[in-house]
């Protein structure tokens, strides 16, 4: 069995005994981790499982998926699938029609190896192609988006996943470099914001927001973070846990109120004596958002923003 240390190599996973202990994990349970990336959550999930156990393993990058299978793919426990969030009740079918599962483990954002890899296109501090697919060649790149929509469909981009203040002021700058010369570079993309950009913050690149902003948009991670939390609501055994990590407030947003509308009743049956089954919650919240100690940040700065939120389903998913 490879131990968590061994399969993250030079990763450190966020999180990681928090993550764990907050999936509860029994040795003959059946868990998902959404977000397989280098393995550090896997196998330490697999670590507690008995030759009973299954793990199911989804990543939408291949680069991960091939990390996957190196490390687990002679584990019968172990079930592998190239999908994303949206794909996740699909997935489940095709381990076993139907199957439910004792913990769901989301990781959102992306991962270092992904970061620290020029030809991926996410970095602004390093040179590489315009990309940011975390699915490969499918889709739409940053590069397409960057040189094709229009200035005020970039500003809404900017603005609503990135929050970025200066949304059109960039938006505009863009349009007009790239009549003549299209953007197909990261360090092209990061220097012009950064030369157009009116404040600097400290320990902050300029072009941190717009970035990220373009990664959210070309992969849609906030709609498969949505269609995901949906079919894991689904997907989960009574009981059964769900632990979201998040690393910025747009994902964290998400998740906080997707919990609380599942942990309370509909409003609109609020105090009256006998609610219908619909209407119950289907939820229970565990304990408080945890964030990193200062030793897992001072290890892994990356770790500074990131926040686990935990619920359990309800016997027969709603309240008595």
Avoid: W
Avoid at 34 to 46: C, K, S
Avoid at 186 to 214: D, G, N, Y
Avoid at 276 to 297: F, I, N
């Amino acid at each position: 069995m490879t131990s968590s240390s061994e399969a993250v190599g030079t990763h450190a996973p966020v999180l990681l005994v928090e993550a764990v202990a907050a999936l509860a994990i029994r040795p003959d349970g059946v868990y998902l981790d959404a977000t397989f990336g280098r393995g550090g959550h896997a196998a330490a999930i697999l670590e507690r499982l008995a030759a009973g156990g299954r793990l199911l393993c989804l990543d939408r990058d291949p680069a991960a998926i091939e990390e996957a299978r190196a490390l687990f793919g002679e584990d019968v426990r172990v079930a592998i699938f190239l999908a994303p969030f949206s794909a996740l009740a699909a997935c489940a079918d095709r381990v076993s029609p139907g199957l439910r599962m004792d913990g769901i483990l989301f990781d959102l954002g992306v991962s270092s190896p992904q970061l620290d890899d020029p030809a991926r296109g996410f970095s602004f501090m390093q040179d590489g192609p315009l990309d940011m697919r975390m699915s490969g060649n499918q889709g739409p790149s940053a590069a397409d988006v960057v040189n094709g929509a229009s200035e005020r469909e970039l500003a809404r981009i900017f603005r609503d996943y990135g929050e970025e203040r200066f949304a059109m002021r960039i938006a505009r700058a863009i349009v007009a470099d790239r009549q003549a010369t299209p953007f197909t570079r990261t360090l092209q993309l990061a220097q012009m914001i950064a030369r157009v950009s009116p404040v600097r913050e400290r320990h902050k690149h300029p072009a941190t927001r717009v970035f990220q902003a373009l990664r959210i948009h070309v992969n849609d991670e906030l709609g498969e973070l949505e269609a995901g939390l949906a079919a894991a609501l689904e997907r989960l055994r009574p009981q059964g846990r769900l632990a979201v990590i998040s690393f910025h407030s747009l994902e964290d947003r998400i998740v906080k109120r997707f919990m609380k509308r599942h942990a309370s009743t509909d409003p609109m049956y609020s105090g009256l004596p006998q609610i219908p089954a619909h209407a119950r919650p289907r939820l229970r919240l565990v304990g408080k958002p945890v964030v990193p100690d200062e030793a897992e940040t001072g290890r892994n700065p990356r770790a500074r923003s990131a926040r686990l939120r935990v619920a359990e389903l309800l016997d027969g998913g709603l309240a008595a």
